[in-house]
């Protein structure tokens, strides 16, 4: 008698599953949900360092002033902003990575790139003379951790059945983003002792308060490197590759010519662009309009709150819907985006609002940006778990009351587009993480304040609104979900 799929073990050519079926329910509480958890929990921690190292310049470059580097304020910017250029670039072409390579080949692969930047800057950072087109191009190369966060969310979403992947794409992504949390929590610490010895290089002075201290700073990058060894080794014998996950970049590509795939690219660069954005872009902006403070105590605590919600944002869309949240999600943003105007300080770039308090008030400022964190978390969630079922979806409708073999083809190529349209969208959002900061020092630069830049972040969010209620919310939206 021929075996069906739920009566039979997953089929295993190696690392390879040549037999993946997590749809099929008896399938997947035998052996199915082991082996999707056991990938998720090895990616999770190589996602954690990608955005680790995606966003150490968030905080290695407000200490160069003070370790005798002659770099303008504009420059510093550009530096921070330089990372999520390259990354959402390269997010482009990792997108379409796993179903090519295969998931647990390139997940090894990429991971271990990271050492490249990790390295350069952590002897760059040594020689205050080093020219600043070098730390322009080890930012870029910081790159490698941001592409990443595609292929790893393409790869995770083949392991899960259509009602978990919320869930489990909030859990890769949320416990990811937290990389960016910890380096900006950690560099301030680890510079300050000299953990790696004769190995880790001398020490250097850096000038705070007018006083001397001596300070590691190889060590914000060289403290990632002995991890990124590790993650890239248990990713190579610890993860799978899924046979049924092969395409060609020609049957991903097909989701070029769908309008939903555009669409929710627009809605992911308000969520996780925002997230990326504004994590690159906080430590800076803290210093440029409350100098008294210092922006490292603070900055880290923002990007914890948007990690730590989007596993809730991606639970709460599998169970209400990731439209209706995502709705709600951006009408937030944009109240929160003037929150934050009304605490700025007043100052004369005629784009300020007339009222609230005329000096600023940071810890109102702070707070407000706390709220935006945790709604970019959140819209992080929701939109990913928009986009593996509007795909699924599409293709189920193409083939409703046909036989089982044309619903099992529609569900393979749903699965498959939707990996890829959610590793694209993923690839265009990261592109906030570039305008976001480059916005602020474009708009300080040309009005003296940052107001014109959050302004065009209010406008923003409120189109998110409109595209969100007319295809995905509103009485006879054309895609609801």
């Given at each position: 008698?021929?075996?069906?799929?739920?009566?039979?073990?997953?089929?295993?050519q190696g690392r390879m599953l040549t037999l993946w079926t997590p749809e099929d329910k008896a399938f997947w509480e035998r052996e199915g949900e082991a082996i999707a958890k056991l990938n998720l929990?090895?990616?999770?921690?190589?996602?954690?360092?990608?955005?680790?190292?995606?966003?150490?310049?968030?905080?290695?470059?407000?200490?160069?002033?003070?370790?005798?580097?002659?770099?303008?304020?504009?420059?510093?910017?550009?530096?921070?902003?330089?990372?999520?250029?390259?990354?959402?670039?390269?997010?482009?072409?990792?997108?379409?990575?796993?179903?090519?390579?295969?998931?647990?080949?390139?997940?090894?692969?990429?991971?271990?790139?990271?050492?490249?930047?990790?390295?350069?800057?952590?002897?760059?950072?040594?020689?205050?003379?080093?020219?600043?087109?070098?730390?322009?191009?080890?930012?870029?190369?910081?790159?490698?951790?941001?592409?990443?966060?595609?292929?790893?969310?393409?790869?995770?979403?083949?392991?899960?059945?259509?009602?978990?992947?919320?869930?489990?794409?909030?859990?890769?992504?949320?416990?990811?983003?937290?990389?960016?949390?910890?380096?900006?929590?950690?560099?301030?610490?680890?510079?300050?002792?000299?953990?790696?010895?004769?190995?880790?290089?001398?020490?250097?002075?850096?000038?705070?308060?007018?006083?001397?201290?001596?300070?590691?700073?190889?060590?914000?990058?060289?403290?990632?490197?002995?991890?990124?060894?590790?993650?890239?080794?248990?990713?190579?014998?610890?993860?799978?590759?899924?046979?049924?996950?092969?395409?060609?970049?020609?049957?991903?590509?097909?989701?070029?010519?769908?309008?939903?795939?555009?669409?929710?690219?627009?809605?992911?660069?308000?969520?996780?662009?925002?997230?990326?954005?504004?994590?690159?872009?906080?430590?800076?902006?803290?210093?440029?309009?409350?100098?008294?403070?210092?922006?490292?105590?603070?900055?880290?605590?923002?990007?914890?709150?948007?990690?730590?919600?989007?596993?809730?944002?991606?639970?709460?869309?599998?169970?209400?819907?990731?439209?209706?949240?995502?709705?709600?999600?951006?009408?937030?943003?944009?109240?929160?985006?003037?929150?934050?105007?009304?605490?700025?300080?007043?100052?004369?770039?005629?784009?300020?609002?007339?009222?609230?308090?005329q000096e600023g008030s940071f810890m109102g400022f702070f707070l407000m940006f706390l709220v935006l964190f945790c709604t970019t978390g959140v819209g992080n969630g929701s939109t990913f778990r928009?986009?593996?079922?509007?795909?699924?979806?599409?293709?189920?409708?193409?083939?409703?009351?046909?036989?089982?073999?044309?619903?099992?083809?529609?569900?393979?190529?749903?699965?498959?587009?939707?990996?890829?349209?959610?590793?694209?969208?993923?690839?265009?959002?990261?592109?906030?993480?570039?305008?976001?900061?480059?916005?602020?020092?474009?708009?300080?630069?040309?009005?003296?304040?940052?107001?014109?830049?959050?302004?065009?972040?209010?406008?923003?969010?409120?189109?998110?609104?409109?595209?969100?209620?007319?295809?995905?919310?509103?009485?006879?939206?054309?895609?609801?979900?």
């Amino acid at each position: 008698m021929t075996s069906t799929p739920s009566s039979r073990p997953a089929g295993h050519q190696g690392r390879m599953l040549t037999l993946w079926t997590p749809e099929d329910k008896a399938f997947w509480e035998r052996e199915g949900e082991a082996i999707a958890k056991l990938n998720l929990w090895i990616s999770v921690p190589a996602l954690f360092l990608a955005f680790a190292v995606w966003q150490v310049w968030s905080v290695v470059a407000v200490n160069l002033p003070a370790l005798g580097f002659k770099y303008s304020t504009n420059q510093l910017f550009w530096l921070a902003a330089a990372p999520a250029l390259s990354g959402a670039t390269l997010r482009i072409f990792y997108s379409f990575m796993v179903p090519i390579v295969g998931g647990r080949r390139w997940t090894a692969l990429s991971t271990a790139s990271l050492l490249i930047p990790m390295l350069g800057i952590g002897f760059a950072i040594q020689d205050p003379t080093t020219s600043y087109p070098t730390m322009l191009i080890l930012a870029l190369l910081c790159g490698f951790g941001g592409g990443n966060f595609s292929s790893s969310m393409s790869n995770i979403s083949f392991f899960f059945p259509k009602e978990r992947k919320g869930s489990a794409l909030g859990v890769n992504a949320g416990l990811g983003n937290l990389g960016v949390s910890v380096v900006q929590f950690l560099s301030p610490l680890v510079i300050s002792l000299g953990i790696f010895g004769v190995l880790g290089g001398d020490a250097q002075v850096m000038i705070r308060n007018g006083e001397p201290q001596h300070v590691w700073a190889q060590n914000a990058a060289f403290i990632w490197v002995p991890w990124i060894a590790i993650a890239a080794v248990a990713a190579w014998f610890g993860m799978h590759d899924i046979a049924d996950a092969k395409a060609s970049f020609a049957a991903q590509a097909t989701i070029f010519r769908n309008k939903h795939n555009w669409l929710m690219c627009v809605l992911y660069l308000g969520t996780f662009g925002s997230f990326i954005g504004f994590a690159a872009g906080f430590p800076l902006l803290m210093k440029a309009l409350f100098p008294g403070i210092n922006p490292l105590a603070y900055a880290w605590m923002g990007p914890l709150v948007g990690a730590l919600s989007r596993p809730f944002g991606g639970w709460l869309a599998d169970k209400i819907g990731g439209g209706v949240v995502t709705f709600w999600n951006f009408a937030v943003m944009a109240l929160a985006v003037l929150g934050v105007l009304y605490f700025l300080p007043k100052g004369a770039t005629g784009y300020a609002l007339p009222f609230g308090p005329q000096e600023g008030s940071f810890m109102g400022f702070f707070l407000m940006f706390l709220v935006l964190f945790c709604t970019t978390g959140v819209g992080n969630g929701s939109t990913f778990r928009m986009i593996p079922v509007i795909f699924l979806t599409q293709k189920l409708r193409a083939v409703a009351g046909r036989d089982d073999a044309a619903k099992a083809q529609a569900i393979k190529e749903g699965n498959t587009e939707g990996a890829a349209a959610v590793g694209f969208a993923g690839a265009l959002g990261a592109y906030g993480g570039f305008f976001i900061p480059k916005s602020y020092g474009s708009s300080i630069e040309a009005t003296g304040g940052p107001e014109f830049a959050l302004w065009m972040f209010v406008a923003f969010y409120l189109l998110c609104v409109a595209v969100t209620w007319w295809y995905y919310t509103r009485k006879n939206a054309e895609m609801p979900c």
